[in-house]
Each structure stands twice: as structure tokens, then as C-alpha cells.
């Protein structure tokens, strides 16, 4: 058996709902540690008990994680060990832990992350989607407006996206994607993860809404988004500048990137890309 280091924050991942995923050696470092800090305690030690760890465990989440840091720091400088983990998967992907590990090495002390479970990398990994590369966008907002907006921001966005939906949410936020994003994006669906019920729904926004609304069954449990990115458009020269002289004249009325925005629905392209070319052509 491994044994902890003293002085060390371990950054422990521990299963998304497959209890055979927690590895030997997370198994020997929670084991071994003088504390574990966990985002609920309760849920925590249910699973400890699984493997027998008899360990102290303390809370340390969203509400406590900058009042608690120091403390946390003092015990390791002091030379106890202490392993942080989340509720599932890897801690700090949209889960506590971010302001004590960033604490941890202003005050020089070592953090070691072990591999392990991860949400994310798990749906990407089966989704069929491109993975070369991607952006992880987290919970989308809860209100509707505020939903929508930080969609269409990422209207334009070319890498594959990565979201987790909670079970109250999924029809929502998939029906905010439709109308945002359209009908025909690629999406993939990953429900229940490593679970009993693990679930895989892939097809258009519109295909997958469908598969949704039909089966109550497909809106309970937790959801990772796969979502393409947006079609790379590239322009002939002839067009590029039929487009750019469209931006010029709307120029003389509106800001540059109302400007490029109204002139890429005219011309059927990317406004980010009409938007740069417009930059470039001012900078020559």
C-alpha cells in the first residue's frame, strides 16, 4: 500500500456512479491522509464506507471553501496531509476547490492531482464528435434570457462544446439550444454516466429534443452536452471583398461590428470572421 506524503493537498477524483472506478491508489490516499475535505459530508462518507475508510472528513464547498482555506493551509504546513474531494468526479470541474488550491501554491504548498473520473472526458470520449479540440462551458445560467444570451455567444464557436444539465433544466436549456442554434447541429446527450441506466442520444438539436420530450425516462438523472461546433466558413476573395465593401457602407451608419454582423447575415458568413477581416482591412 502507497501512503500519503506529508504536507500535501491530494486532489482526489472519485466515481461518477461506477463504484469500481475509484482506483487503488485514490483508494490508499483517502485511506491514509490525516483529513479529507469534502463538498458534503454526508454523501461523502456513504461512500467511504463502500471501502472501509474510517477517516476524519470535514466540509469544505462553495459557502465555506475562502473562510476555511487558511485553516486548511495551516494543518499542511504543519505537516498533516489532507485529500480534497468533490460530491463525483474530479474536484474543481464545476466544483468547489479552486480558491484552496490557488491558495495552496501562493503559500508553496505541494499539490498533487491524481487521475481519475471526469464527466467530461468521459461523454467526449464516446460521443462520436470531434475532440481535437473543445471548450467546457459548464451549467449554462438557470434564467431563460440569461440561458439564451451566453448561447448566442457561442453561436460562432468552431471547437466541439462540453455542458452539464441538471434533470430540471435538460427541456429547457434543449429547446433554448433549437431556437438559438438552430435545427441541424450535431448533439449528443450523455445521461446517467458509468450508471445503471447510462444513456447516449445523438442526431440534430431538433432529432434529440424529440428523443427527450417523448420519454419521461430520458429527463431523469445527470446530462453532459456534446455539441458541434460551428461549420468553419471560408469565402473566395471575390466574396471577401463584396462583403467588406458591404461593411463599408454600413459603416457610415452603424458601429463596425453592428456593421459586420448586419453584412455576414447579408452575405451568408461568419460575423467574428467579416468582424477581423474588417479590423485587418482598417490596419493596412
Keep these: 500500500m502507497l501512503h500519503a506524503a506529508p504536507g500535501i493537498l491530494y486532489i ?8 469500481g472506478d475509484l482506483s487503488p491508489r485514490a483508494q490508499d490516499v483517502l485511506s491514509s491522509v490525516a483529513a479529507i475535505a469534502a463538498e458534503d459530508t454526508r454523501h461523502s462518507r456513504q461512500l467511504l464506507q ?22 486548511v493551509i495551516e494543518r499542511l504546513q504543519s505537516g498533516d496531509s489532507i485529500a480534497l474531494i468533490s460530491d463525483a468526479g474530479t474536484p474543481l470541474i464545476s466544483d468547489p476547490g479552486y480558491v484552496l488550491v490557488q491558495q495552496c501554491r501562493a503559500a508553496g504548498v505541494k499539490v498533487v492531482a491524481l487521475p481519475g473520473p471526469c464527466a467530461i472526458t468521459t ?22 434570457q440569461q440561458r439564451r444570451k451566453a448561447l448566442s455567444a457561442l453561436l460562432d464557436e468552431p471547437r466541439t462544446m462540453v455542458f452539464y444539465e441538471s434533470p430540471h433544466r435538460i427541456l429547457h436549456t434543449l429547446k433554448d439550444l433549437q431556437e438559438v442554434m438552430g435545427n441541424d447541429r450535431s448533439l449528443v446527450v450523455a445521461r446517467e454516466l458509468t450508471k445503471q441506466f447510462e444513456t447516449y442520444l445523438s442526431g440534430s438539436i431538433s432529432e434529440v429534443l424529440q428523443q427527450v420530450e417523448v420519454d419521461s425516462n430520458q429527463q431523469r438523472g445527470e446530462f453532459v452536452l456534446v455539441l458541434a461546433g460551428a461549420p468553419v466558413q471560408e469565402f473566395a476573395a471575390a466574396d471577401e471583398q463584396q462583403a467588406l465593401r458591404t461593411v463599408q457602407l454600413l459603416r457610415q451608419h452603424l458601429p463596425l461590428k453592428k456593421a459586420a454582423a448586419c453584412a455576414a447575415e447579408i452575405h451568408g458568413v461568419r460575423k467574428n470572421q467579416l468582424y477581423q477581416l474588417a479590423l485587418d482591412a482598417d490596419n493596412t
Design 12 to 19: 482526489v477524483p472519485t466515481p461518477i456512479g461506477n463504484l
Design 50 to 71: 463502500q471501502f472501509a475508510i474510517k477517516n476524519d472528513v470535514f466540509a469544505l464547498h462553495e459557502h465555506n471553501e475562502r473562510e476555511r482555506a487558511a485553516k
Design 123 to 144: 461523454a467526449l470520449s464516446a460521443a462520436g464528435l470531434p475532440t481535437d479540440r473543445f471548450t467546457f462551458e459548464g451549467f449554462l445560467p438557470a434564467k431563460p
